[in-house]
């Protein structure tokens, strides 16, 4: 895969690159990560890539040639490749794992990441997708592009050691994941759950998907509307519910 950052801030990229799970992907290939500075395609001596808005009002915006300037020197790079143009944006659809899963499918990604009071409309037309982190406003789409990189990044195949990892994480099984344990047995009074170290693997998978459903019943109880729920699914979920009444 390829993914390209168009920003203003290229160094802000250089922690979440560098480490753990995003880096090793880009040692071993597996992604290969440009970083485009959009100053270079601004205008005059001052490279200016924003302006004021026509109408008056708060704030600069940033001018459309800077940004198409800057995909279309990716275009010449990669003239091939399928892209996906994704504009950083607060009023975009908020980003989710269904659509990290989707990203991670993608050969090329493109983020452009906007500043100040936001972009001249006319860049939309360049875009595949306008994607939210979430309800809040940021400074600048940097910090939400890094998110979905590494939510994109660690679903790659041969991105993580062990491949069933991402398979039962949170929000990929349509469900929040089980809790674990690890050694001691016992801490501050705190055991471990016997199902856990008997060894019986029938009970220990079923342990886990009761406690996930529990976890989402509780906590997520949005989540369940869109998950397919079994027979014994429901039955528990009843049990819950006549339980929180009591
Ligand atoms: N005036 C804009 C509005 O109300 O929609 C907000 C501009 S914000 C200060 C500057 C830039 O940060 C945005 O153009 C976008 O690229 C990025 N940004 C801010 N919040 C974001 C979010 N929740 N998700 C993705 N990008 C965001």
Redesign the pocket.
Known sequence: MIIDVVTLFPEMFDGPLGYSIVKRAIEKDIVEVNRVNFRQFGKGKHQRVDDTPYGGGA?ML?KPEPLFDAVDSINEREPETKKRII??????KP?NQAMAEEFSGEEHLVF????????DERIRSMVTDE???????????EL?AMVMIDATVRLLPEVLGNADSAQTDSHSSGLLEHPHYTRPVEYRGMKVPDVLMNGNHGLIAEWRHKESLKRTFERRPDMLASYDLSDQDKKLIAEWKTEEME
């Open positions: 704030g940033l504009l950083m944006d607060p009023a975009g980003f452009l990441c906007g500043h100040y009071e936001g972009y994607v939210s982190l979430g309800d809040y406003v940021l400074t600048g789409g939400a």
